[in-house]
């Protein structure tokens, strides 16, 4: 028997829709059901890594977390990455395919619709119920003859909708009113209540909104979730520009840590756990900010590593990263940060750009060169070395993944790691460079700092050196408490008997 399902869309994007399916996904593992979460169609530079090496979108890989199930490239078949304004790298069911322009996905969309279904229908026959994520808003109706994540997937498996709002935003009852309005009749049957989230204040106030809501469209309102601060959830892909400024505008730190905010900044939730730690400044540096003097400078991943490299030449920030490490700051580049670390990129099949060799920072004595294929791995590494930035790290073990279609290498090369796991396979691969003093380190995994042993060893190296202290709080952090406070926080703002109802009704 093919399983429920319910779907969240949106009057827009960033109303919320992942953190909902997130939460609605915990709540019903709490109810003892078998559930999988769904998005036929990402957008995102945050990407994840299955075990059997498929790319998926981030925030269907924290869902699959919050349902206890290890994610699976069924959970996104198709996943869309950024390289320019009018240009995307399309992964269909974890693998690139290739290069579109918006207008290049309408003749692909039989293709890609075959995978969708066929992702869809394989999770329902695994599991009790599929909470699946719309994308944007159904009613951007110069895209309705291209839609595979909104309503033509409500349509296809009989779908229960929940149709959610950021209050925060304004306009609420405005955007509600008018998404359902521009929908199609066959469509408007879909949607079986509404959802406002982020909100701020007394809701008393708000009751007359609700009721006219509901008298005017004849749809419930399913509940009005509060705005939280203590919730952390990784974020699904662009940092909240509200996030942002609050990160720099800490005052009262030990350590303080520059993240280059790159214009293709991907996988940006590598950082996360550095965001948390008691007496860390984590702030995202952006064109117009004033690098300072931090005490560790991050080159994080890119989707297109020669634009972004070109981004920093043109603001002058590559003179700055110099200036810096001549005066002892350190510098770690991961994934395409790493690329630019080194001597030249070369892209002699103009697989990233129409520049055959773009010069590096010559930071590291390494040279990167582009290919074809993408390697997408988890792995296992250890610390090879005890010097620098690494000083306190030696022999400890990280876990991450890959994410990149270059291979970089170079002589006398000094390597602070090695893989001994790639996806399944056991190795003892040297990886990643580093500076003869330790003080500049590339490497290519991602999630270092998700590693506790590694990222506290890193810190207390950058706090001695400053002549600081630094005290982790050891075991103050759990992403499956934050899972089961989420779900708490929204069941208790919902109509939880409804949304049973809906979705037995179904």
């Known amino acids: 028997m093919a399983a429920k399902t319910l779907m969240v869309q949106g009057t827009g994007s960033s109303v919320g829709k992942s953190v909902l399916v997130t939460a609605l996904c915990r709540i019903f593992k709490q109810q003892g059901l078998k559930v999988a979460p769904f998005k036929a169609q990402n957008m995102s530079l945050n990407s994840f890594v299955t075990l059997d090496g498929g790319e998926i979108g981030r925030a269907q890989a924290v869902q699959a977390a919050a349902s206890g199930i290890a994610p699976s490239i069924d959970m996104n078949p198709v996943l869309l990455k950024p390289e320019a304004d009018n240009r995307s790298q399309i992964i269909v069911r974890g693998k690139p395919l290739t290069k579109v322009s918006a207008a290049?996905?309408?003749?692909?969309?039989?293709?890609?619709?075959?995978?969708?279904?066929?992702?869809?229908?394989?999770?329902?026959?695994?599991?009790?119920?599929?909470?699946?994520?719309?994308?944007?808003?159904?009613?951007?109706?110069?895209?309705?003859?291209?839609?595979?994540?909104?309503?033509?997937?409500?349509?296809?498996?009989?779908?229960?909708?929940?149709?959610?709002?950021?209050?925060?935003?304004?306009?609420?009852?405005?955007?509600?009113?008018?998404?359902?309005?521009?929908?199609?009749?066959?469509?408007?049957?879909?949607?079986?209540a509404f959802i406002i989230n982020k909100f701020r204040g007394d809701i008393s106030l708000l009751k007359p909104g609700l009721d006219w809501l509901e008298n005017r469209t004849g749809v419930p309102v399913a509940g009005v979730i509060p705005y939280y601060h203590d919730i952390y959830i990784p974020e699904e892909d662009s940092m909240p520009l509200e996030k942002r400024r609050a990160m720099k505008q800490r005052n009262e730190f030990d350590i303080d840590i520059a993240v280059i905010a790159l214009p293709h900044i991907a996988n940006f939730d590598d950082f996360d756990p550095l965001e948390r730690e008691a007496g860390i400044r984590l702030r995202y540096v952006e064109a117009g900010d004033d690098l300072g003097d931090p005490d560790l400078i991050i080159l994080p991943g890119t989707k297109t590593t020669v634009t972004d490299l070109t981004y920093l030449k043109e603001n002058a920030r590559d003179r700055e990263i110099l200036r810096q490490v001549l005066c002892g700051t350190p510098v770690i580049g991961i994934c395409g940060g790493y690329q630019m670390l080194g001597l030249a990129i070369h892209d002699p099949d103009g697989i990233e750009s129409p520049t055959t060799i773009t010069a590096g920072l010559s930071l590291l004595p390494v040279t990167s060169r582009f290919i074809a294929m993408k390697a997408t791995r988890q792995i296992s590494a250890r610390v090879l070395v005890e010097r620098g930035l690494l000083a306190k790290a030696k022999e400890i073990t990280v876990r991450g993944y890959e994410i990149h279609m270059g291979l970089t290498t170079g002589s006398?090369?000094?390597?602070?790691?090695?893989?001994?796991?790639?996806?399944?396979?056991?190795?003892?691969?040297?990886?990643?460079?580093?500076?003869?003093?330790?003080?500049?380190?590339?490497?290519?995994?991602?999630?270092?700092?998700?590693?506790?042993?590694?990222?506290?060893?890193?810190?207390?190296?950058?706090?001695?050196?400053?002549?600081?202290?630094?005290?982790?709080?050891?075991?103050?952090?759990?992403?499956?408490?934050?899972?089961?406070?989420?779900?708490?926080?929204?069941?208790?703002?919902?109509?939880?008997?409804?949304?049973?109802?809906?979705?037995?009704?179904?």
């Open 104 to 192: 290049d996905l309408l003749g692909l969309k039989s293709f890609l619709w075959a995978a969708i279904s066929e992702s869809l229908d394989r999770l329902r026959q695994r599991f009790d119920v599929v909470v699946i994520e719309g994308a944007g808003s159904p009613a951007e109706i110069n895209l309705r003859d291209r839609d595979l994540v909104n309503m033509e997937v409500a349509l296809y498996c009989a779908s229960p909708v929940l149709l959610a709002a950021d209050i925060d935003r304004g306009g609420v009852f405005a955007s509600l009113l008018g998404t359902l309005q521009l929908l199609a009749e066959s469509e408007k049957e879909h949607i079986k």
């Open 412 to 506: 006398n090369m000094l390597n602070p790691f090695e893989v001994t796991q790639r996806g399944l396979q056991s190795c003892a691969d040297l990886e990643g460079c580093m500076s003869p003093d330790g003080n500049v380190l590339g490497t290519y995994i991602h999630g270092l700092f998700h590693n506790d042993d590694f990222r506290w060893a890193l810190l207390h190296t950058l706090a001695t050196k400053k002549s600081k202290g630094f005290s982790p709080i050891i075991g103050s952090f759990s992403i499956e408490e934050q899972y089961d406070r989420l779900a708490a926080h929204v069941r208790n703002s919902i109509d939880m008997g409804l949304i049973q109802r809906l979705i037995v009704s179904s």
